[in-house]
């Protein structure tokens, strides 16, 4: 066995200090160990900056209107955002969420039988996609959220 003379001993013991280091530092610097509390983001390719809770409150600022938006009808249908009604040829409607069961509830007000009398129904989300009828329209669900829903008239 070779005796190691003290000063090799001693540059390879500071050359991996001085690794060991440089990798602390590294990893103290990067995003992996978060210095300061962050609360994650819901998604949408938000960073770890982005407040999603206060951009909803204060919709505001980004230039559009706070939720809830009023129900309207758009180019390819209607959007009901919850208990908001919407009036659109004879119908009213008013999306009332989601049920346990996974099911969604619409409040139906037919205008042209008896304007006070609300049908309260409940619809099934994958029937509905296929599509389901209200009074004599068809209409298709395009899209639900515990928030809002989207229908497409088949019309």
Known sequence: MENHRPIEIAAIVGILLVGAGL??????????????????????????SFDYETAM???GRLGEQPFPWPAREIANGLLLP????LLSQGLKL?????????NFRLDIVIQGLD??????????VAEAR???????RRF???????RYLRLHPAD
């Open 115 to 124: 304007a006070g009398v609300t049908y309260a129904q409940d619809f099934d």
């Open 57 to 59: 409150q204060n919709a």
């Open 23 to 48: 990798f602390v530092w590294a990893i103290l610097l990067s995003d992996a160990v978060p210095t300061e509390y962050r609360s994650a983001s819901p998604g949408y390719n938000w960073g770890w």
């Open 130 to 136: 296929l599509g389901f009828m209200i009074a004599d």
């Open 140 to 146: 298709t669900l395009e899209k639900i959220t515990p």
């Open 94 to 102: 008013t999306y009332r969420g989601m049920t346990d069961n996974g």
């Open 82 to 85: 919850l208990d908001q009604p």
